[in-house]
Structure formats: C-alpha cells, structure tokens
C-alpha cells in the first residue's frame, strides 16, 4: 500500500467513526428525552396524588363535613375560601399541565360538581366574584369542562355580566 492508500483508509475510517459516534449521540439523546418525559409524567401523576391526599386528610374531610352540616358555616362565605381555593388549585394544576388531569378528573368531577351545585356554593362564588370578576375563573371552566350543569353556570356570574352591573 502506499501512503495516499493508507491516508484514504484512515480518512475512510475516521468519517465512519464520526458517524457511529453522531449515532450514539442520536440515541443517547432520544433515551434522555424519553427520560425526561417519563420524568415529567411521573412528577405530574406525583402532583394528583398528593392533592387527593390532601383531600383526603383528616382536616380536610373534617372541614367538609362540617361545612355540609353547619348552616351558620354556609352562611359565612368566607368559611368556603379553603374549599374554593383548593378546587381552584386544582383547576391551575390541569390547566398548566402540572397535575395529571385523568386522574384529577377520575378523583374529583363528580365532588367539584356536587360542591359547585350547592346554593351556598353559589353565593359564595358570586360575592367573591362581584369584588373580583376573574376570580375562581379557573375553576368554573374546569366545572364545566369536567360536565357541570350549564344552568348552574349561569347562576354563577359571568365576568361580562360582573363588569355590566
């Protein structure tokens, strides 16, 4: 062989070692998007199970069933806010996509509209909604994408009908 064959050879080989190298890169790569996926996944799945634990504490279950029972609680729209919030908070959750939104749906819809249904419920979200009209906005359009009864809604202020009062 002579020195331009052995400097082609070389050539040959060095293009094909970059090549498998680009390669190995390209699936290294993939696997850490793969990765990162399933690593978002998992942090999102993480996220409805801690706000249904939270739900499902003793405080909290304590706090509902009091609010259900106490007329006087009812009647003190402010004693509502840690419920409303935390629907609210779970309605921010799915609409940023931090929180699994099947599983928040398969744990919640049915309570969201049971609690959003209730006249006091109602009020309470009128009169906060009356001193900030986008407030717990998040929230009624999580009711009624999860199938909350179109005639509640529109017992519940709309930001449009607010600003005309």
């Given at each position: 062989?002579?020195?331009?064959?052995?400097?082609?050879?070389?050539?040959?080989?060095?293009?094909?070692?970059?090549?498998?190298?680009?390669?190995?890169?390209?699936?290294?790569?993939?696997?850490?998007?793969?990765?990162?996926?399933?690593?978002?996944?998992?942090?999102?799945?993480?996220?409805?199970?801690?706000?249904?634990?939270?739900?499902?504490?003793?405080?909290?279950a304590a706090?509902?069933?009091?609010?259900?029972a106490?007329?006087?609680?009812?009647?003190n729209?402010?004693s509502?806010?840690?419920?409303?919030?935390?629907?609210?908070?779970?309605?921010?959750?799915?609409?940023?996509?931090?929180?699994?939104?099947?599983?928040?749906?398969?744990?919640?819809?049915?309570?969201?509209?049971?609690?959003?249904?209730?006249?006091?419920?109602?009020?309470?979200?009128?009169?906060?909604?009356?001193?900030?009209?986008?407030?717990?906005?998040?929230l009624?359009?999580?009711?009624?994408d999860?199938?909350?009864?179109?005639?509640r809604?529109?017992?519940?202020?709309?930001?449009?009908?607010?600003?005309?009062?």
């Amino acid at each position: 062989m002579t020195i331009a064959e052995y400097g082609l050879l070389f050539s040959g080989t060095q293009a094909l070692a970059v090549v498998v190298g680009f390669y190995f890169a390209y699936k290294q790569l993939s696997l850490l998007q793969y990765s990162l996926r399933n690593s978002v996944e998992l942090a999102s799945r993480q996220n409805a199970m801690n706000l249904m634990a939270r739900y499902s504490s003793v405080d909290f279950a304590a706090y509902r069933s009091k609010l259900r029972a106490d007329k006087d609680m009812q009647g003190n729209y402010h004693s509502m806010f840690a419920l409303l919030n935390f629907f609210e908070e779970i309605a921010i959750a799915v609409k940023h996509k931090t929180a699994n939104k099947g599983i928040l749906q398969d744990a919640f819809a049915t309570s969201l509209r049971s609690w959003l249904e209730e006249e006091y419920i109602i009020e309470a979200l009128n009169r906060a909604r009356a001193k900030d009209p986008a407030r717990f906005e998040n929230l009624l359009d999580l009711y009624r994408d999860w199938g909350g009864s179109h005639s509640r809604t529109v017992q519940i202020r709309s930001v449009e009908a607010l600003h005309a009062v």
